[in-house]
């Protein structure tokens, strides 16, 4: 044991047990049988049994290194039982749920179930859960405590095995013509981590077989497929679901024989920032995981690219191909730059003739020397002088 707070935690216990009392027509549904969701439910009661854990992972919170909002979230989930129709005949027996702890990841848990009818074995279970920390709605993915490490099973479960295998074909989309009932997530679906409990997706399976078996107009094939007994639940989480939002599930016929898949979908984002999407699977296949995204280059300071290392130097890089730049709008004709123009009027060089030269020329030169000042160029004798010459510049 280790001390937390105020209060002692032992957390050498990976074991325990849990048990319901004889089953009576409280606990059995529509069908006289006891419902799926009762049995996540005593697999939930099971595993927060632990001393480790206790209600609002208090105890789990506390542990080294203490982290108050650390808590588990479902990941995935099965119920498989010895032979079909076995849940008709709970009446009148006492049911024990026996949980230990399977193999430990670095932010996943699992966990192994039993379940007996009295002395009688019934069916067995897992269920996988990833360690998280932060707010509703904000919480990431966080490492297990080293003290539940050292819970972790030697061998491989055989549940875990075939609910990984089981799910791993199961399209991430319902095909084109699947069978649809509307869903409208409840506040009583809600835990104290304020989304829908893990529960809730088995029920809303539960309900949707029996609007199949109900609706004349269905499918002959889904109808026959939904009138079978029950043999396994096999479950997956995507998303989170909010009260109040609008989803669909959608149920179509699995490849395997006697299978029915089944997907829950959000059609419209919420006001907590979910988007239109998958909530959870289920059926006979998993799900396709989506593709993590690229990992962005690392820039140094300033928004400049760092400098590729020596190996990457050798290493051709794609061209980008960039988009043309977009035309330039026309320019107003007030705006535009006119053409220079050459000067009119300029002068041109021409050649100097002497003043002795008699005609109109002469005469022309007196005139203009008169008006451009006249008296300064007249000789002593009162002849006009020629003009002096300008200096080249």
Not at 187 to 195: A, G, M, P, Q, R
Request: charged share 30%.
């Amino acid at each position: 044991s280790m001390a937390g707070g105020t209060e002692s935690i032992d957390v050498t216990v990976r074991e325990r047990e849990y048990r319901v009392q004889a089953l009576n027509q409280q606990d059995l549904d529509r069908n006289f049988s006891l419902a799926t969701t009762h049995l996540f439910k005593w697999m939930q009661a099971a595993r927060m049994d632990m001393p480790w854990m206790q209600p609002g992972y208090r105890a789990f919170g506390l542990l080294d290194p203490p982290l108050p909002s650390r808590r588990l979230l479902v990941a995935s989930q099965m119920v498989r039982l010895v032979h079909p129709g076995v849940l008709a005949e709970a009446a009148g027996d006492e049911v024990v749920t026996r949980c230990e702890v399977g193999s430990v990841g670095r932010t996943s848990i699992e966990f192994r179930y039993r379940i007996f009818f009295g002395e009688r074995l019934v069916g067995s279970g897992c269920t996988t859960m990833v360690v998280v920390a932060g707010e509703p709605g904000r919480l990431k993915a966080t490492p297990v405590p080293e003290a539940v490490r050292a819970l972790a099973s030697s061998s491989e479960g055989d549940d875990r095995t075939l609910l990984l295998t089981t799910l791993e074909g199961l399209p991430k989309e319902a095909p084109e013509g699947a069978y649809t009932l509307p869903l409208v997530v409840r506040y009583s679906d809600e835990d104290v981590n304020k989304h829908a409990n893990h529960s809730a997706l088995p029920r809303y399976f539960e309900d949707a077989k029996e609007a199949i078996l109900a609706d004349q107009g269905a499918p002959a094939a889904l109808r026959e497929l939904a009138g079978q007994q029950l043999e396994a639940v096999m479950v997956g989480y995507s998303s989170e679901a909010r009260a109040e939002d609008r989803c669909e599930v959608r149920v179509a016929r699995g490849f395997g024989e006697g299978a029915l898949d089944l997907w829950v979908v959000r059609l419209a984002p919420n006001r907590w920032g979910g988007q239109p999407g998958l909530l959870g699977p289920g059926g006979r296949r998993r799900w396709q995981r989506p593709k993590r995204r690229p990992r962005r280059r690392r820039r140094g300071p300033r928004g400049r690219r760092r400098e590729p290392t020596l190996e990457n130097w050798a290493r051709p890089r794609p061209q980008r191909s960039q988009p043309a730049p977009p035309p330039a709008p026309p320019r107003s004709s007030a705006l535009r730059r006119r053409p220079r123009q050459r000067r009119r009027g300029r002068r041109r060089r021409r050649r100097r003739r002497p003043w002795r030269r008699g005609g109109r020329r002469r005469g022309l030169r007196q005139r203009r020397g008169r008006r451009r000042g006249g008296a300064r160029h007249r000789a002593p004798d009162g002849r006009p002088a020629p003009r002096p010459r300008r200096r080249r510049r």
